[in-house]
């Protein structure tokens, strides 16, 4: 079954703070009506009380402009149908008043003693009349002032009102941006808990870091400002273009050719700047976890002298970062604003051979409101544009880091379940006919067959690449065998959950993991069924106590990262207590003494005696004399069993363990002299 697409997806996560987003959008619909109305306000303005002062006038008794003796009205706003109109007349910065009608539209052409000549489109109108000073002209316009304030305060309301509702659509939409990467995050840090082993094996630990924390960061930023610029600017398009159709609906719909150029623009900036994109990114992951293995291994490469080698190989990374950067940068900055740039002039070229050219044939003469209020909104059209070409490259960025995180999601995971978690089992432990590969037939384990009781000690040798760690997987079931059946009390442990067979096993490794936290927190791992008194307990059992006393805050001392203030020794005596803590039937010591000194050994044997009591026991062990109790040996050889036994019988059998045992014995003995 094909997948969604990343868009799907990413789609899919938003609807899970649908109703938050919802108001969100809406707080951004009505602000940007509130915005919108500037405009319309404006021209009401102009053309209504500023320029519009130079209009037709009738005379009346019913109160008005007090001008000479008598009360004058302006013809547009009574129901008096006189045909005895006056006109206050504007020629530049002059006006004038005439005793009889004569368009506003015409031209002054000539002025002798009271008498004016006017040119309307070659016809020739004359009127008498005579110019006003200063003060009369204020006469006219004085009753103008209050309805201007007027309008001037509401649009001062509207745009408060306005940055309000801009307020909640900035909370609202931040509020569920970053509650979708909080959920996203989560779910993939859940599966990276449940993916199989096999999976970290094959990626570096830097690569998955980035994931889970650079990628879903980018993807917030697609919540965060893509969508909050794409949706904002979607609304505000739209207001604009219904207010452009409203002043004029010809060229309103002209205006609209610009959607289909950006959805093509988008459209070849996603195949174009994806590509680059996706290059970044995944230079990026692979630099993150270049730097993550340089510092986990400093001390490896300054002792080699590979700092040179280890840079050079860090600067190519770099390099090809900062090409594929540079080209990203140059495709986004040779057409983004260009491209706004271009369409913006354009706008306005066509916007001039319209009216300009309605004007010159004296079809369509518009008014100076009409005229501001348009070139307004076009200035305003093009805001929401160049936001959203801006917000292209991070778009671009969110998409690609989608699609690598929902790989990551994609891997499939092992099924969580604790329903049998509380199922006794005695601990027998068998092999039979086990055979493993972790490459197609390429096998590390061939026909394994062993039986361990309930209670005893097995211990498995071999030298490195035998197979002795695989075993331990498959017990662990990070893999499942590829022929044969591996049982636990008789059952087949493919029945189990994978977390019920883990929850059985306690395990101890050559180089225990010691988390940041405290002390009880590393033992108890932070689990509810484990108390703080267990964990003393346990701790004190194996004698870890005597050093942990000795510190400032005791069991409550804080540990770095990875226990580095504590001893090797020290940092196994806390893995056995969180062995212990766990009180696991089946316990599984791979190669735990292997790095101990001889001194420390022998506090290790002690705390080993105690952990190891009452369970069945598999020891993987390089040091012979460490097993030398155990009730089963087995000597493994290229994937196979090739002796078993007790310590006794196996040396007398004069085999290959005989052959180890002389070896590491030698060896000592040689030492000691």
Not at 364 to 388: H, K, N
Not at 511 to 531: A, E, L, Q
Request: charged share 20%; with cysteine.
């Amino acid at each position: 079954m094909q997948k969604p697409s990343t868009e799907k997806r990413l789609f899919r996560y938003a609807l899970g703070m649908k109703k938050t987003i919802i108001i969100g959008l809406l707080c951004v619909l009505v602000a940007a009506g509130l915005e919108l109305t500037g405009p319309f306000i404006a021209k009401k303005v102009i053309d209504d009380h500023i320029v519009g002062v130079a209009n037709h006038y009738v005379e009346t008794d019913d109160g008005g402009i007090d001008f000479r003796g008598e009360q004058y009205v302006r013809a547009n706003r009574i129901n008096n149908e006189s045909d005895e109109k006056v006109t206050l007349f504007q020629d530049g910065l002059s006006f004038y008043f005439l005793e009889e009608e004569v368009s506003l539209n015409a031209q002054l052409v000539e002025t002798t003693n009271g008498e004016y000549r006017f040119d309307l489109q070659g016809e020739s109108i004359t009127a008498s009349g005579f110019e006003l000073t200063t003060s009369e002209v204020f006469m006219f316009f004085q009753p103008e002032i209050q309805p201007i304030m007027w309008w001037l305060a509401l649009y001062i309301g509207l745009i408060i009102l306005s940055t309000v509702f801009l307020y909640y659509k900035t909370y609202l939409l931040q509020f569920a941006s970053n509650r979708i990467i909080q959920r996203m995050r989560k779910d993939v840090f859940g599966n990276v808990q449940r993916v199989p082993v096999s999976y970290f094996v094959n990626q570096p630990a830097g690569k998955v870091l980035a994931r889970v924390t650079n990628d879903t960061e980018a993807i917030r930023e697609l919540y965060v400002k893509v969508l909050e610029v794409f949706a904002s600017g979607a609304i505000y398009m739209l207001g604009i273009f219904i207010a452009l159709m409203i002043l004029d609906f010809k060229l309103g719909l002209i205006c609209l050719v610009l959607i289909p150029i950006m959805l093509i623009w988008m459209k070849v900036y996603k195949k174009v700047g994806g590509k680059y994109n996706k290059v970044i990114r995944e230079t990026n992951s692979t630099i993150n976890g270049n730097i993550n293995e340089s510092v986990q291994g400093m001390s490896i490469i300054q002792a080699y002298n590979q700092t040179g080698p280890r840079m050079n190989e860090f600067e190519e990374l770099n390099q090809k970062h900062y090409d594929y950067q540079i080209k990203m940068n140059t495709f986004t900055a040779a057409t983004a604003f260009n491209l706004v740039d271009l369409f913006r002039n354009v706008a306005f070229v066509i916007f001039i051979m319209y009216f300009g050219g309605a004007a010159l044939d004296g079809t369509s003469i518009i008014t100076a409101g009409v005229l501001y209020a348009f070139v307004d909104y076009l200035t305003r059209l093009y805001e929401p544009v160049e936001q959203i070409i801006s917000q292209l490259p991070q778009l671009e960025q969110s998409r690609v880091a989608g699609s690598r995180v929902f790989e990551l999601l994609d891997v499939e995971g092992e099924d969580v379940d604790d329903r049998f978690k509380s199922r006794e089992i005695d601990g027998s432990v068998a092999f039979q006919n086990v055979s493993f590969a972790y490459e197609k037939d390429d096998y590390v384990l061939r026909h394994v067959d062993f039986d361990i009781r309930p209670g005893e000690t097995a211990a498995f040798v071999g030298h490195t690449g035998s197979g002795k760690s695989t075993i331990m997987n498959l017990l662990f079931r990070f893999y499942d065998p590829t022929h044969g059946q591996i049982t636990i009390d008789g059952d087949d442990i493919g029945n189990y959950s994978r977390q019920e067979i883990r929850s059985h096993i306690g395990i101890v490794l050559q180089d225990p993991f010691i988390f940041s936290g405290t002390i009880i927190s590393n033992i108890t791992m932070n689990d509810p069924n484990i108390s703080r008194e267990d964990a003393i307990q346990a701790l004190k059992a194996v004698g870890a106590d005597q050093f942990i006393e000795a510190l400032p805050e005791q069991y409550d001392q804080p540990v770095k990262e990875k226990g580095s203030e504590f001893s090797t020794g020290q940092r196994q005596l806390l893995s056995f207590a969180r062995a212990l803590a766990f009180n696991p039937s089946i316990l599984v010591l791979d190669e735990a003494t292997a790095n101990i000194d001889t001194e420390t050994e022998g506090m290790i044997q002690k705390a080993l005696q105690v952990l190891k009591k009452g369970r069945t026991t598999l020891v993987i062990a390089h040091r012979l004399s460490t097993i030398q109790q155990a009730d089963q040996i087995f000597v493994l050889k290229h994937g196979k069993i090739i002796e078993r036994g007790n310590h006794e019988s196996l040396l007398q059998a004069n085999g290959e363990y005989f052959k180890m045992y002389e070896m590491q014995l030698g060896k000592k003995e040689r030492l000691n002299a």
